[in-house]
């Protein structure tokens, strides 16, 4: 299993990636409802910020099939 710092580090780099390489994609990383939180105190945990890195490698793998 992953530590927070480790999701977070991966977090990073496929955020950077999609900057670099489709940066078309950037400006919906806000909009994605994994971001919004559906609490007034949200707590982050390793989970969260794994579900998060496999929601933005989800989009982007998804983009780069259909658009090269």
Sequence with gaps: MKS?????????QTTMLIQLEHPELYKFLEEMPVTIPDMNEPVMNQQILSDYNDSLTVML????????
Excluded: C, E, R
């Design 4 to 12: 927070m710092k480790q999701s977070s580090q991966m977090i990073l």
């Design 61 to 68: 793998s998804n983009y780069a099939s259909t658009h090269s």
